[in-house]
């Protein structure tokens, strides 16, 4: 029987790595660790989101590594949102940052659609 629910998956992406988290619908958040930063291991991870269920998102937080992980993956034909880092909800008192409490917290984000997207330049208008 096949699965009609959705993914959501929300990535950490430093310039040496990438952290990800998961959700199938309103299931329980998933930590899957670090995956890498090469295209296979995007290519990888996005096979085992699809195996999960019939729609997958992606969402990552702007950051200085730029917008190729979002060009990649729309490439591919995935939804993929990157918000801004000073839109996303944080509850007072919450000091402790890690990757990977960043990103279920962006998976939850994801899922309650309760994040600001920035605008992604098309490569012809980046600066030389």
């Known amino acids: 029987m096949p699965n009609h629910s959705t993914v959501f998956v929300a990535l950490d992406v430093h310039q040496k790595s990438i952290v990800a988290a998961y959700a199938v619908g309103i299931g329980e958040v998933q930590d899957l660790g670090c995956i890498g ?6 290519d990888r991870l996005c096979e085992r989101m699809q195996s999960k269920g019939s729609a997958v998102r992606f969402v990552y937080e702007a950051g200085p590594c730029g917008y190729a992980v979002y060009r990649y993956l729309t490439a591919k034909g995935f939804d993929c949102t990157v918000c801004a880092p000073s839109k996303v909800a944080r509850q007072p008192g919450d000091r402790a940052k890690t990757d990977q409490r960043d990103a279920r917290k962006l998976v939850r984000a994801l899922r309650m ?3 600001s997207a920035v605008h992604v330049p098309d490569t012809c208008h980046l600066s030389p």
């Open 37 to 42: 930063t090469r295209q296979c291991d995007l």
């Open 113 to 115: 659609n309760d994040l």
